[in-house]
């Protein structure tokens, strides 16, 4: 199971571009977070649901490299990774999950 400390840097400024997530978690938020928790992952629930959000405004845009890098950065394994991003994508925008990379989906 991994736990993070701290966010890095590269996370930090991937998500800031994109609305702060509410303070408590609805449906949708619960199943991203139930997802994610299901690979291992586990952090403050906000920064969880921020950076799932965000993955939504950079889906088939270099502007996903940062999050999808500051995660691998942060110990997790690639697989996590993607069933990261994917959770985001089938979570908060599923209309773009055919514009995920083919080793993310």
Do not use: E
């Not at 996370?11 to 800031?16: E, K, N, S």
């Not at 940062?66 to 690639?78: E, I």
């Not at 985001?88 to 209309?95: A, I, K, L």
């Amino acid at each position: 199971m991994m736990r993070w400390r701290s966010w890095p840097v590269a996370v930090g400024a991937a998500i800031a571009v994109c609305s702060a997530a509410p303070a408590h978690a609805d449906g949708q938020d619960d199943q991203f977070l139930a997802a994610v928790a299901a690979q291992g992952i586990h952090a403050d629930p906000v920064v969880l649901m921020t950076a799932g959000r965000s993955i939504c405004n950079g889906v088939g845009t270099p502007a996903a490299l940062p999050v999808f890098y500051g995660l691998q950065m942060q110990g997790l394994a690639p697989p996590q990774v993607s069933n990261f991003l994917m959770a985001g994508v089938r979570t908060y925008c599923p209309d773009k999950a055919s514009l995920l990379p083919p080793f993310v989906r």
